[in-house]
């Protein structure tokens, strides 16, 4: 029942149930960017400048507002957000360079330095990426073990190892590109993906994590998107209209025509 927000003094802010406005964290260097809490309350994850050139992401545990680095400067770490059922925080990060020729200023340039990475919270969380073995199951009994897991999303704790947090974080297998807005949901994460860094236009993609590949959920350029607290609903902001979506129907089906009055 806490409160999370970010001033132009650069400060994290935390106003907690009893309505006490604390100060998480502040930078000299930058204003943060983006926070999430996880599902069951417990932390709060944010990205925070800590010099000039560097950004990187941290938790802060609710109960004492104790603060540590989930990730140390590399470039720039930001955009944190919490797996809902407490195994991963995700973020987007510049951490590699990759120069190509730019036509319109006549030299090099990095446009496409940003990847999707992963932090497994607990030492004992696998890799997402490496799929896991299962056995052959028919259509009826897959269909029951859908239907199960749909009536079982409960909120999970959210249990975060610390010793060694920042040697657990794992590249998405994707290219690097114009990646921003990352959003854990169940079994996949969202982002918006951009074609060009002169434009601030982006495609809301998802990358399913049962298939390892990455779908569009929608075919229309859009500037912002929110994924609501159950992880099933996306409310995006297309020019001056919000629309809304399931967040589970995709494969690029969507042309954007939901829209809420």
């Not at 943060?32 to 990205?47: I, K, N, Q």
């Not at 195994?87 to 990759?98: A, N, T």
């Not at 010793?163 to 169940?186: C, K, S």
Request: net charge negative.
């Amino acid at each position: 029942n806490s409160i999370a927000m970010l001033n132009h003094r650069h400060e994290v802010l935390l106003l907690d149930a009893q309505e006490q406005l604390h100060r998480l964290d502040s930078s000299p260097f930058g204003a943060s960017t983006g926070l999430s809490f996880s599902s069951d309350g417990r932390w709060l994850a944010y990205d925070l400048a800590d010099s000039s050139q560097t950004t990187s992401i941290k938790v802060c545990r609710i109960e004492d507002r104790e603060t540590f680095f989930a990730t140390r400067g590399v470039l720039q770490d930001y955009s944190p957000s919490f797996d809902p059922d407490g195994k991963y925080l995700y973020f987007v990060g510049r951490r590699d360079l990759e120069a190509s020729h730019d036509d319109a200023e006549f030299g090099l340039s990095f446009p496409r330095s940003r990847r999707l990475f992963a932090i497994a919270l607990r030492k004992d969380v696998p890799n997402p990426f490496i799929p896991q073995a299962k056995p052959l199951e028919s259509e009826a009994v897959q269909a029951k073990k859908k239907a199960e897991e749909e009536l079982s999303h409960q909120i999970q704790p959210t249990d975060i190892d610390l010793d060694g947090i920042n040697q657990r974080v794992i590249a998405f297998p994707l290219d690097m590109g114009l990646y921003t807005e990352v959003r854990g949901a169940r079994n996949r994460v969202l982002f918006l993906q951009g074609d060009s860094k002169y434009s601030q236009h982006y495609t809301l993609e998802i990358y399913e994590f049962k298939t390892q590949k990455q779908v569009r959920l929608i075919n229309k350029w859009i500037q912002h998107y929110s994924l609501a607290a159950d992880y099933r609903t996306v409310v995006y902001r297309n020019d001056a209209s919000l629309r809304v979506l399931p967040a589970e129907e995709y494969a690029g089906s969507h042309s954007g025509n939901n829209r809420l009055s």
